[in-house]
């Protein structure tokens, strides 16, 4: 029987798990959100700004909501509800103290945003499909991936409190 | 003489009153920012975001970091210094605890943008022209209108500060 080198047999193991990650690394960026099947909409970090915010507690985040351009117009002109194709981009980063400012201030007075913390969530209006829910479809990523079912059953049930404001607690900041 | 009736001079006034309330709202936006010259750049708040703050004490505003394009290529890719051409725009807004989210959580924790607070303020690079700032113009417009000499000759001092990030206090939020 005839000898395979050591080298060949430690270069194919390399590509093998080389590629094992990559189709785990694009799966988890295609993978959809549970009850609702939504994905990471492409290029939402650079949608334009609807409003901040802080959460204290648990949370303890600092937070932006972006729009697509559909959500962002809708926003400026307190269009509600709002229209098929609206998506909204829940982004937040730890909620950190800012030293520099410190120094320059003479006393801790500033918070930024640090690493990505909380996940990223979205909201997805489309009247027909989620018509149980408001309307709207939700998703959470924590790291790319989909948070789970249980996580996903909680959203529209505190969404809910502002039925009135089509299940959306921001505003847009002018 | 002949007499004007009261009503032709009720117009005359009238129509100079408007006129002077256009010319003077079409001036403010048009006022430049002392020592540094600078006017509210076009389109601002449509700019990507960098990142987000919160402000406690007299401030006591969450605030938005936007840029232009350069700004956002350079932010993103921790390019210092910035190149020349690199807008930053600071907007804040009221710190407003948000009731709905206290009514959903079953306690207040989340705090939202309000009207907007403490002016809107600029940094634009211009190596050249600013030289003695570091490269950096500083504008501050509040309601806008440009805020006064007074508060243009603090920018700098206090972005000193953070002279080895080349002025800027703060970094992309991913």
Known sequence: MKQIPIFVIAAIMAVSVIGAMTV?????????????????????????????AHEEGKLNDLRAILGNDVAITASREGLLPFPDGTIIARLAWSYDPLEESAKAFGHLQSYV?????????????????YASTGGWGFAQFNDG???????HKTCFSCHETVEARDFVFNRYAP
Do not use: C, H, T
């Open 145 to 151: 991936k989909p948070a789970d079912e249980a996580v």
């Open 24 to 52: 785990s690394a694009g799966g988890a960026d295609d993978e959809s959100s549970p009850i609702f099947g939504l994905k990471i909409p492409p290029g939402y970090r650079d949608w334009r700004l609807i409003s901040v």
């Open 113 to 129: 945003a640090g690493p990505p913390k909380n996940g990223v969530q979205f909201m997805v209006k489309d009247s027909r499909k």
